[in-house]
């Protein structure tokens, strides 16, 4: 039966295909030769009918031989054929190379202002406080000489909780909550978010500000003046002119709002040849608010005025970031691009 060897021979001649086949594609193709739905094996089974009816069942039996036979001798070069793909793969590997570093993420501008004011602070010993967003109006006006109707409060658009409780618009009232709990000498920073009815391009609802206090028997101007000079050149570095310009805020007497030189164009007032636009070609910043802390605001916290004296300062975080990192719109803060705030490390 001329079939029946034509149909023996197919194992022995897929066996010589698989030996020189050298790829998953050669092999392929010889799966679809021998077993596919036009292959060998499917060919000969549609001259099945050419068979007498008593020869046909030998030689059906035989296919299912013959294709179980094929199958194994398939699947057995394919195993080996990959398992050699894969060792030809990890050959190439190449374990000296650096590793994929996995992403990290970076503080916030805010933050790194926050962490490094601090630690000035923490540095010459004065302790970091928190207090409250949420806020009474005792403490964040009437206790800081801002009496109801007192016209400094209309400096400040407050967002009102409820009549008597407010968002806090400054970090002072950490002044008030700090002298309440503790006995003289004082020395705080509080660092915080703070909160005022303002949105456009250089205001924002939500800001950060920065509050220090320092109270005990017979602190001085000279005392601010020292130490907000050492802050700042620590901060905007060693050759920082500083200067202070009086002014007025409700809580200090006397007061003084800080200038430094501008750290974008180094005081010159321009740029090569640009006007500087940070400090619209004075050579100078506005930074910092600060003053003696006034007699009333002792009197509210039970300190008495005679016998001890206090600085204190506030100033705004983004601010300082803007200066100090070159930052020329406040809303990048806000926005959280990845890729704005993932270069500050
Ligand atoms: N609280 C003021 C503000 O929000 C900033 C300030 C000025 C704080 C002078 C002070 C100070 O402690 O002495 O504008």
């Not at 094996?41 to 179980?68: C, F, H, T, Y």
């Not at 930074?287 to 600085?311: K, R, S």
Request: hydrophobic share 40%.
């Amino acid at each position: 039966m001329d079939l029946l060897k034509e149909l023996e021979s197919l194992v022995p001649e897929l066996e010589r295909g698989l030996d020189q086949a050298s790829s998953l594609t050669e092999l392929e193709e010889l799966r679809v030769a021998f077993l596919g739905r036009k292959g060998r094996l499917a060919q000969i089974m549609g001259r099945l009918p050419e068979l007498s009816p008593e020869d046909r069942p030998r030689l059906g039996q035989a296919a299912n031989g013959v294709k179980m036979a094929l199958t194994e001798r398939f699947e057995g070069r394919k195993t080996a054929l990959e398992a050699a793909s894969e060792a030809a793969a990890l050959s190439r590997f190449d374990p000296t190379l650096p590793g994929r570093a996995p992403w990290r993420g970076s503080l916030h501008p805010d933050t790194l202002v926050m962490e490094e004011i601090c630690s000035v602070f923490r540095g010459l010993g004065y302790d970091i406080v928190t207090g409250p967003e949420v806020e009474m109006d005792h403490y964040n006006f009437e206790a800081l000489n801002m009496p109801a109707e007192h016209p400094a409060r209309d400096m400040q658009d407050t967002l009102y909780v409820t009549e008597s409780i407010l968002m806090r618009t400054h970090t002072s009232p950490l002044q008030v909550r700090t002298m309440l709990a503790r006995k003289p000498p004082v020395a705080i920073i509080a660092p915080g978010k703070v909160y005022r009815r303002d949105s456009d391009i250089t205001h924002t609802p939500m800001f950060h500000q920065i509050e220090g206090l320092m109270v005990d028997k017979g602190v001085s101007m000279a005392d601010l003046r020292g130490t907000l000079t050492s802050f700042l050149r620590t901060v905007f570095g060693g050759d920082t002119r500083v200067r202070f310009r009086p002014s007025f805020f409700p809580f200090t007497e006397p007061s003084a709002e800080v200038d430094i030189s501008c750290c974008i164009c180094g005081g010159k007032g321009h740029v090569g040849n640009e006007p500087c636009r940070v400090c619209k070609t004075t050579g100078w910043v506005e930074i910092l608010g600060c003053g003696m802390v006034d007699p009333a605001v002792f009197t509210a916290v039970g300190y008495d005025p005679e016998e001890y004296t206090g600085f204190a300062f506030g100033l705004g975080v983004e601010r300082v970031a803007m200066l100090k990192y070159g930052i020329g719109d406040l809303r990048m803060f806000f926005e959280n691009d990845v890729r704005f705030l993932s270069q500050f490390r």
